[in-house]
């Protein structure tokens, strides 16, 4: 968002809190930050209080009055004993001036409209006349920990949606409508493809048979993408026991998403909430010869990662995540070449389901070197390496401190589906601590150990996301390749379902995945079923089919075709080996 956005929201935020004192004078606020698409401010009401639907319609006509008044900012820097005394009653606000003062950083209050608020600044200059009454709503009310933490008190949050103008914020409205219906939860119970149980709990996603089509069509796919390119396939346990992950570092800086093991004996163990660390110990099993760089290991398993109860949803945050996981143990002089290589494959993948891509450089964060593996001077020549091959892909990238992995910096790479949403993907990581950590090397041309370098890649990310991204970006219409049910073979009367079966029978033997629907419903019904499930065609088999020996072919956008039986399989058997949209 522009910086000018960015103040506008922000500008918002304080509105938002002063309309609600307006209502609500004992609420204790907290923090109102800018963010994308709006803003939100986190409020502590009193006992009894309870913003409902009314209530947010009456602070929203607040915020618009108040409005007017909003002429501009000004600001003064106090003391912390002056903050702490004009905020001796909210305990929130107190403990962010400690922080403030700790971090040695000027306290600053703004003020506008008569309402002052701790802020770091970053406003509208004149609000009444910058901010258009129109351009901005309050959308909805959630709940929130203090600071995310479970532990601690749990506060309104009031969200709101703000953009340039008008127009800007209904086409944004009418896009989370059609967000609504495409929706990949309602989209999965539709076509049946997966299901989640309270007997085996949250997060913890059940695929169907026909959802499970969808995955292994999906990991295939990868894999014969990554199988042109000298990757070789492994297997590893489930769990571990600690001493892997402390000599890792994930035991320390990974522990509150290890789900643990006590067994019988008393030794502990781990669910693995990443691979990595196994495929160490692969490669280590015995030396390596520089003639056998890089090694190119590929699985597609499940990892276990605690989220909080409140964070799960869907298949976008869940608790078991497959990932289509692989490392490569290359030489430095080859890391350049295998990050193409990786990307070569992203691009190809991406760009089947007609997804944009562009690149994040999600590097370290300097002042905070305390969450990271490694020195300071492997972290730099890693990003500095991750820089150049970004330069000279020549790619769309953005640098982004703070979003690294705790071993190495990576690229990620950002989606944008049809509905202009942008969607972290892929991602490649460099990785230079890893090998340190397990003391891995190769023995180069002199005969001497040369240390190794270790890139991560997952192409889907996990497939439970990226499932979930794929079904809302194509609407549940899935390509025939893709489709758990490729074509419906609809009789029109119960005198053509023999030849309706011949037909069903010849599509499976060429192994498409076919269903007859001789069942006793009209021959409308039949149709409506096929249309409704969003299967990529159904044929309709009747007297003249039946006596020319052809099918009449529909797609689901309604185009029809008439064509002998022997050229139908032809070309659906292109169509899903070309992987067609």
Request: proline share 4%; hydrophobic share 35%.
């Amino acid at each position: 968002m522009s910086q000018q956005l960015e103040n506008k929201r922000h500008t918002l935020a304080h509105l938002l809190a002063a309309a609600v004192l307006e209502h609500y004078p004992h609420a204790k606020l907290t923090l109102g930050p800018a963010i994308e698409n709006g803003f939100y401010y986190d409020i502590n009401f009193s006992d009894g209080e309870r913003l409902g639907d009314d209530g947010l319609k009456e602070v929203q006509k607040t915020m618009k009055k108040l409005l007017n008044k909003w002429d501009e900012f000004s600001h003064k820097e106090v003391t912390v004993e002056e903050a702490r005394e004009i905020y001796q009653d909210n305990p929130f606000k107190l403990e962010l001036i400690e922080e403030i003062a700790e971090r040695g950083e000027p306290i600053t209050l703004y003020t506008c409209g008569g309402f002052t608020d701790l802020c770091r600044g970053g406003h509208s200059e004149r609000p009444n006349k910058e901010i258009a009454a129109d351009s901005f709503k309050l959308d909805k009310v959630a709940g929130a920990y203090w600071r995310g933490d479970e532990k601690k008190p749990m506060l309104t949050r009031i969200y709101g949606l703000a953009f340039e103008n008008k127009e800007e914020l209904d086409a944004y409205e009418a896009q989370i409508e059609e967000a609504k219906k495409r929706d990949h939860r309602k989209i999965g119970k539709e076509q049946d493809l997966f299901t989640f149980s309270e007997l085996v709990g949250a997060g913890l996603p059940l695929w169907t048979p026909r959802g499970t089509i969808v995955r292994h069509q999906l990991d295939t796919y990868i894999w014969q993408l990554r199988e042109k390119h000298g990757y070789q396939r492994v297997t590893i346990p489930h769990i571990t026991k600690r001493d892997l992950y402390q000599t890792s570092g994930h035991w320390d800086k990974f522990a509150d998403e290890l789900f643990r093991i006590t067994t019988r004996e008393g030794k502990e163990y781990a669910l693995k909430p990443m691979n990595c660390p196994h495929h160490t110990q692969i490669f280590a099993r015995h030396p390596h010869s520089y003639r056998e760089m890089p090694q190119r290991y590929a699985e597609t398993t499940m990892v276990y990662r605690d989220e909080q109860s409140g964070e799960l949803g869907g298949l976008t945050r869940v608790l078991s995540i497959t990932q289509d996981d692989s490392h490569v143990f290359c030489r430095h002089s080859q890391v350049k070449e295998e990050f193409f290589r990786i990307w070569d494959i992203i691009d190809t993948f991406y760009g089947t389901f007609g997804f944009s891509l562009r690149v994040r450089l999600s590097f370290h964060e300097p002042s905070e070197m305390e969450h990271y593996l490694g020195t300071e001077e492997i972290w730099h020549n890693a990003e500095n390496a991750l820089r150049e091959i970004a330069k000279e892909r020549n790619a769309d990238y953005f640098e982004a401190p703070g979003e690294a992995a705790m071993y190495g910096p990576k690229l990620d790479f950002m989606a944008k589906d049809s509905l202009g949403r942008e969607h972290q993907v892929a991602t490649i990581q460099l990785d230079m601590n890893l090998p340190e950590r397990f003391d891995l090397t190769c023995v180069n041309e002199n005969g001497e150990k040369e240390r190794v370098v270790m890139i991560h890649a997952a192409i889907m990310g996990s497939i439970e996301r990226f499932t979930a991204v794929l079904l809302e970006h194509l609407g549940g219409n899935l390509p025939l390749w893709l489709a758990p049910e490729q074509l419906s073979v609809v009789p029109v009367a119960d005198t053509h379902n023999a030849y309706a079966h011949e037909v069903a029978e010849q599509l499976h033997a060429a192994g498409l995945r076919v269903h007859l629907d001789d069942s006793n419903e009209s021959l409308g019904k039949k149709i409506r079923a096929a249309k409704t499930a969003k299967l990529p065609y159904f044929i309709v088999v009747g007297d003249q089919e039946v006596a020319d020996k052809t099918v009449t072919l529909e797609k689901r956008d309604g185009t029809k075709s008439v064509m002998a039986l022997e050229a139908l399989v032809a070309r659906l058997q292109k169509e899903v080996a070309d992987k067609e949209m």
